[in-house]
């Protein structure tokens, strides 16, 4: 077994990303570049791609952080919890003010704690649902850059390896 403080099983991986199959595609030819459908899978496209917009790298932060957020919490972007009034990224938005542990999915995040670095594994945790958020956010404008995506994540990882 592996000693690092948080690891994704690849079961749970593998179940988060087979929404991204070609046969959940709207608007299966790729080389669509009209608006006369919406390319992406439903609840991982951008809300841009819905109103036309031309597919772009922040498209594509988008659905990674709505891919982050489902691993982690183990809730799907279509599950029936969320409506026209609450989303995956409220959900874990909602989550990072009160108890982040609350919406974490234990059965895809194992945790290795101790007394001395409980506090430093939340912080961790919570790092990470904030780059979901961070990415999933509505306006292209305010998702974060994937270069940040990339440094954050990579602290995050050297953080937890030094924590074991």
């Given at each position: 077994?592996?000693?690092?403080?948080?690891?994704?099983?690849?079961?749970?991986?593998?179940?988060?990303?087979?929404?991204?199959?070609?046969?959940?595609?709207?608007?299966?030819?790729?080389?669509?570049s009209s608006s006369t459908g919406v390319k992406g899978t439903i609840g991982y496209a951008p809300p841009e791609y819905g109103l036309g917009s031309e597919m772009t790298s922040s498209g594509d932060v988008y659905s990674f952080g709505i891919?982050?957020?489902?691993?982690?919490?183990?809730?799907?972007?279509?599950?029936?919890?969320?409506?026209?009034?609450?989303?995956?990224?409220?959900?874990?938005?909602?989550?990072?003010?009160?108890?982040?542990?609350?919406?974490?999915?234990?059965?895809?995040?194992?945790?290795?704690?101790?007394?001395?670095?409980?506090?430093?594994?939340?912080?961790?945790?919570?790092?990470?649902?904030?780059?979901?958020?961070?990415?999933?956010?509505?306006?292209?404008?305010?998702?974060?850059?994937?270069?940040?995506?990339?440094?954050?994540?990579?602290?995050?990882?050297?953080?937890?390896?030094?924590?074991?």
């Open positions: 077994m592996n000693n690092r403080f948080l690891r994704v099983s690849y079961n749970q991986l593998l179940k988060a990303t087979n929404g991204f199959s070609e046969s959940n595609l709207i608007g299966k030819d790729t080389n669509q891919l982050l957020l489902e691993v982690m919490t183990g809730k799907k972007p279509t599950d029936n919890i969320f409506n026209d009034n609450l989303s995956l990224h409220k959900f874990a938005s909602m989550a990072l003010s009160e108890n982040i542990l609350d919406v974490i999915d234990v059965d895809a995040i194992a945790m290795h704690t101790t007394e001395s670095n409980t506090n430093q594994m939340e912080e961790c945790l919570a790092s990470i649902v904030k780059i979901g958020v961070s990415c999933s956010m509505e306006s292209p404008t305010l998702r974060m850059n994937i270069n940040d995506v990339v440094h954050a994540l990579r602290q995050i990882s050297d953080t937890l390896q030094n924590t074991s």
